[in-house]
């Protein structure tokens, strides 16, 4: 029988050391600003009660859970009828009663309605974990990813909108990275709904105009056809999404297009006043009022956020918004919530075309240690552990190979300084030790070793 050559499921990966070390650069930085803002850390499972997921995403994203099949009998339960009429909807909720999580957001929320009675509100808390999409696997999209949220509940000041704009930016600055910040707000969008006429297809709309920049407006004037919109309201819907201008000059025109409308209203004003706190705080980050930004989630109800690198062709690297329903669903309505998630894999690939990762981030030991016998390896160990004890990561070749195989093992793997201990080192209480890069040594006191190191 042939032997089966293994593999991984389409998008999924595998990461080497030196990518894992470039991740954690990512994962390290965007922590620390998260703490700096004064965001605590959860974790929550993989799996959810599908219960939970469903009708969270709108129609797109429930399609793109993945379900896990029950254990044991799974189906028991289940009809040959079902089978029989292709009823897929159906059988599904029957052999799964698990997904995995589409994103971090709606686990938050069922976290925080189940800890309600042991959370001091507003509760700021961020997540950094693995998220999963049955989505088509191209570049820059995944199947299985990680993300960066941090979020904020209890709370309905916009000074928190504020807050997660100050993060994008120190993150993003952080890194070296280029981006621009676009914003928008549901109400606004919910507002257009109402002045074409079509306020009861709100989703509808969010859902199609959010292809825009991917499809472009033919074929989004398509999609809203096949979605009922009548011509009348998609032509007028058209200089809605082609207003110009300063940002301010936007919502100008929008105040006079929304006369009567409270929804459209209370949308700009909030983006108003966000634009006022950020031109008031001096935020240098570039920023734009962009009404076609609509990310189709469905639990979004003010504030939205989406982030786009200069310099490198990716769909948006970070994004987020303010949702004041979301857990109404889990049982405590009224408690609302905004939140940014940063696309940790994105933001990987972003700086990877950058050439933007440290390169210091990519060392391991910054010392070898040669391995010339049972003796001499002794007394390299009690060496290694001194340096070890100064906060410095070191190892020992681990069998009394050649010397050029342990050589070429440090300069394969980069590591900046070898340290020899021979008989007459021993005899002296000195270290040998070899600079890689330049390729020049000098006979050492302990001493002096880790003061060369810590350099």
Known sequence: MAVQKPSIPKGTRDFSPEEMARRNYIFDTIKSVFYRFGYRQIETPAMENLSSLLGKYGEEGDKLLFKVLNSGDFLSGTASQDFQEGNLNKLS?????????Y???????????????N?????????????????RPQKGRYREFYQCDADVVGSDSLLNEAELVQIVEQVFSALGVAVTLKINNRKILSGMAELIGEASKVTDLTVAIDKLDKIGIEKVKEELMERGFTRDAILR??????????????????????????????????????????????VKLSYVLDL?????????????????????????????????????????????????????????????????????????????????????????MKMIRRVREAGISAEMYPDPAKLKKQM????????PYVAVIGEEEMEKQMITLKDMTTGTQSMVSPEELIQTLTL
């Open 119 to 135: 959370i001091v509100f507003p509760f700021k808390r961020f997540q950094i974990q693995p998220v999963w999409r049955a989505d």
């Open 237 to 282: 819907l058209e200089p809605v999404l082609a207003l110009s201008g300063t940002d301010y000059e936007k919502l100008g025109k929008l105040e006079v297009l929304f006369a009567g409308n409270e929804t459209g209203l209370k949308g700009v004003a909030e983006v108003r006043t966000l634009l006022d706190y950020l031109e008031a705080l001096g």
């Open 292 to 380: 076609t930004l609509a990310r189709g989630l469905n639990y979004y109800t003010g504030a939205i956020f989406e982030v786009k690198a200069h310099d490198v062709e990716i769909g948006s690297i970070s994004g987020g918004g303010r949702y004041d329903n979301l857990t109404g669903v889990f049982g405590q309505p009224g408690l609302s919530g905004v939140g940014i998630s940063f696309g940790a894999d994105r933001i990987y690939d972003v700086l990877n075309q950058l050439q933007g990762f440290p390169e210091d981030r990519l060392q391991g030991s910054r010392i070898l240690f040669v391995n010339f016998g049972e003796k001499e390896a002794l007394c390299a």
């Open 93 to 101: 909720m029957q052999l799964c009663e698990k997904g995995l999580r």
């Open 408 to 415: 070429g093992y440090a300069d394969s793997r980069k590591i």
């Open 103 to 117: 994103d971090l957001t709606v686990p938050f929320a069922r976290y925080v309605v189940q800890n309600q009675g």
